[in-house]
């Protein structure tokens, strides 16, 4: 992923297609399985919107590190401090013109407090990539770093329903999630994310949370790309 969120092509249809989604939506997820374990890391004042349009690995890396240590910046410096550092330690030089890839975004955790375990996981479908990410938080207690739209963009994993706890079991399924996405609530170019610690059955993950396909980072192609502490 390079440039984050310089090219959400689909980012307006996906979102669309998803509006009305929230904490209340239950009834898609029953169909998947039954809920039986619940975690959700979201506190109020950890949510940041991006500044810039570019910022999203900023203002994700803000919102995590706002998560983890209990705080509330969502200042303007401290989001440019994060994609500045970002950006400098990119795994691929095609991303330095205003955003980040994940492997900046992975750095940027690591430098300013989320632990120095973040690391950047490629994943072989969606299923396994959703499910890594949730065993990463329920181990940690850690937010987890979302490649959506192909790569071009950054979200917050911040939470999740799933059939059984899975630091207890390998046999779980997840039913939902619980994100952060960094442009509300704006709307910029065209482009917008749902509202702070929205809801995603785990079908309706699938159309943002889609296989990497950003050209300016061939190096994910083919994989779905997740930051994973």
Known sequence: MARVALRLVAL???LLCLSGVGATNVAAASAQGK????????????????????WCV???SQAMLNLIHGTSD???ARQK???????????????????SDATGWSNALNHYGGGGTYHV????????AVRHAVKALRRTGKPVGLLVMGGRHAWVLSGFDATADPAATNNFEVTAVYVLGPLYPKEQKGFFD???????????????????????SPQFDGYWVTVSP
Do not use: E
Request: net charge negative; aromatic share 16%.
């Open 12 to 14: 307006l249809t996906a």
């Open 35 to 54: 809920t039986a374990y619940h975690i959700d890391l979201y506190s109020k004042g950890s949510f940041a919107t991006q500044y810039r349009w570019t």
């Open 58 to 60: 900023g203002a994700s």
């Open 74 to 76: 969502t200042s303007f």
């Open 81 to 99: 401090t994060l994609v500045t550092y970002a950006m400098k330690h990119d795994g691929f030089p095609n991303s330095d013109t205003g955003g």
């Open 121 to 128: 996981v490629m994943s072989t479908n969606f299923r396994q």
């Open 194 to 216: 749902l509202a702070p610690d929205s809801r995603l059955t785990f079908d309706q993950l699938r159309k943002p949370f889609h296989v990497f396909d950003d050209p300016d």
